[in-house]
């Protein structure tokens, strides 16, 4: 059974491994077929800096699931963060690969967005399970339309960043309706604005920094 200080230490190497270390995935990188990608210099820097947004949105769901693990006394509900970031980890391995074949690096404020998230989630966990699983449901819905947003903008010829936005989309879909079948309940508006704002100024200052 995991303790509290197993969840605690598994949290520190969790950060560790986010910030400094190579990500792994379990899942192969999702592929077009037979799609071969060429990019010209602006639409590559374009591709570099939508894919930099999107690989802090995974060091943040890294460190979301981290912190709600850490604040649940429900052990089933822990292992079922602990495996939402697990499968979050494939994201953060996809995106970090695909910065790494466009030339383009993470960014400079990882550390400080993974911090933030992590205080999030430690705050929704104090307002017990029903909340911390409503507030998966409201991110990951706000995730799904940033990443749909990224679907439009990228260029159409960068097939390897597409596929990999696409899969990402599907996945967070998948973690919504999860935490909502597991009792998530609806925020209250103004918390849901808030939360938009905060992303807002993330993946705004990310796309450059």
């Keep these: ?16 491994r986010t910030l400094f270390a190579a990500p ?13 990608t060429e990019l010209a210099l602006q639409d590559k820097a374009l591709s570099g800096a939508l894919m930099r947004v999107n690989h802090v949105g995974e060091v943040c769901a890294q460190a979301l699931y981290a912190a709600q693990a850490l604040g649940t006394r429900d052990p089933e509900l822990r292992e079922h963060f602990l495996q939402a970031s697990k499968e979050e980890g494939d994201h953060l391995a ?13 960014s400079l404020l990882n550390p400080l967005w993974y911090a933030g998230a992590f205080g999030l989630g430690l705050v929704a966990g104090r307002f017990g399970d029903p909340v911390s699983q ?6 990951e819905r706000q995730v799904e339309a940033h990443l749909q947003s990224h679907l439009d903008r990228l260029p159409a010829g960068d097939h390897a960043s597409r596929a990999i936005v696409a899969q990402m989309k599907d996945d967070e879909r998948a973690h919504a309706e999860a935490a909502q079948r597991a009792g998530g309940i609806e925020l209250p508006p103004p918390v849901k604005m808030a939360m938009r704002a905060a992303a807002k100024v993330m993946t705004t200052t990310a796309h450059y920094i």
């Design 1 to 16: 059974m995991t303790t509290a200080l197993d969840t605690a230490l598994n949290a520190a190497d969790g950060a560790l």
């Design 24 to 36: 792994r995935a379990s899942r192969a990188c999702p592929t077009v077929p037979g799609e071969k």
């Design 94 to 106: 996809w995106t970090k690969a695909r910065l790494d074949e466009l030339g383009a690096r993470p």
């Design 134 to 139: 409503g507030f998966v449901v409201e991110t």
